[in-house]
Nanobody, 115 residues
């Protein structure tokens, strides 16, 4: 069973926007903080944003002011609005519980920022 299913990635130009969604398989995850992670090719996966169970987000410095994370418990979903995208945002984006659990990585969604 896939615990988290990401969608919404694609190609964007620098300065553009994308909206990512992550659907959790069970409402059980509403009890936990969930995070958006990304993995740039050849690098380790990094945590980009956390949304606690009350919906309060925190971000790494490189995306503050550009990304907005949110969640909707009624849809068992978390979201990532990405604005003013930069080429260095190019990565596969995943969602997972925080701290992450190896068994729950999904396929991720590719985000490519290029002109």
């Amino acid at each position: 069973q896939v615990e988290f299913a990401e969608s919404g990635g694609g190609l964007a130009q620098p300065g553009g926007s994308l909206f990512l969604s992550c659907k959790a398989s069970r409402s059980f995850w509403s009890l936990y903080a969930l995070g958006w992670y990304r993995q740039i090719s050849g690098e380790q996966r990094e945590l980009v944003a956390i949304v606690d169970r009350d919906g309060h987000p925190t971000y790494i410095d490189s995306v503050k002011g550009r990304f907005t994370a949110s969640r909707d418990h009624s849809r068992d979903s978390v979201y990532l609005q990405m604005n003013n995208l930069k080429p260095e945002d190019t990565a596969v984006y995943y969602c997972n519980v925080v701290p992450s659990m190896d068994d729950y990585w999904g396929q991720g969604t590719q985000v490519t920022v290029s002109s």
